[in-house]
């Protein structure tokens, strides 16, 4: 008797989780129905025509003006030359590694593209920066950065504190 109840109540739990059980193709009814909008209002919109007047762009161009004693918005490091060339007062930085190795492949490279690349470390945070021109005077050093922007976007000028 008791194996004859306990069956019947594991039939009747199985027929109750069977029934509550979504059916995929009510899902799949759902998702075509809206596939079917999305697709109606991209029609809709693409045959509406606006038309535009023309616009003429007139091309604005500004030079920079730069001061050449304001060091106020170079980083100020303390750097210890690893090489054995010496760096002056404004350094353009190509690169900065916490690997000596890879700061000396990015110096190799550019000593193979004609820069006098030096790899320098300050001592305070462990860094290695790729000096790839060094300046007295900040004008010179801008003007250099900016033509290393075109192969390294991220160059910038580092002043040397003694």
Same mark, same amino acid.
């Given at each position: 008797?008791?194996?004859?109840?306990?069956?019947?109540?594991?039939?009747?739990?199985?027929?109750?989780?069977?029934?509550?059980?979504?059916?995929?193709?009510?899902?799949?009814?759902?998702?075509?129905?809206?596939?079917?909008?999305?697709?109606?209002?991209?029609?809709?919109?693409?045959?509406?025509?606006?038309?535009?007047?023309?616009?003429?762009?007139?091309?604005?161009?500004?030079?920079?003006?730069?001061?050449?004693?304001?060091?106020?918005?170079?980083?100020?490091?303390?750097?210890?030359?690893?090489?054995?060339?010496?760096?002056?007062?404004?350094? +353009? @930085?190509?690169? $900065? *590694?916490?690997?000596?190795?890879? !700061?000396?492949?990015? &110096?190799?490279? #550019?000593?193979?593209?004609?820069?006098?690349?030096?790899?320098?470390?300050?001592?305070?945070?462990?860094?290695?920066? +790729? @000096?790839?021109? $060094? *300046?007295?005077?900040?004008?010179? !050093?801008?003007?250099? &950065?900016?033509? #290393?922007?075109?192969?390294?976007?991220?160059?910038?000028?580092?002043?040397?504190?003694?």
């Amino acid at each position: 008797m008791k194996k004859s109840l306990m069956m019947g109540v594991a039939l009747v739990a199985a027929l109750a989780f069977v029934s509550c059980k979504s059916s995929e193709s009510s899902y799949k009814k759902a998702y075509e129905k809206a596939k079917a909008q999305e697709m109606a209002q991209t029609v809709t919109t693409t045959t509406d025509q606006v038309e535009t007047a023309p616009v003429t762009v007139t091309p604005v161009v500004t030079t920079p003006t730069t001061t050449v004693a304001n060091t106020a918005n170079d980083r100020q490091e303390r750097l210890n030359v690893m090489n054995g060339g010496t760096l002056k007062a404004f350094n +353009v @930085v190509c690169g $900065s *590694f916490s690997n000596v190795d890879n !700061a000396n492949n990015l &110096r190799n490279t #550019l000593v193979a593209k004609g820069y006098s690349a030096q790899v320098a470390q300050n001592p305070e945070t462990g860094m290695y920066r +790729v @000096v790839a021109t $060094s *300046f007295d005077d900040r004008a010179a !050093a801008i003007s250099s &950065r900016d033509q #290393l922007r075109g192969t390294y976007p991220d160059a910038w000028i580092l002043y040397r504190t003694y």
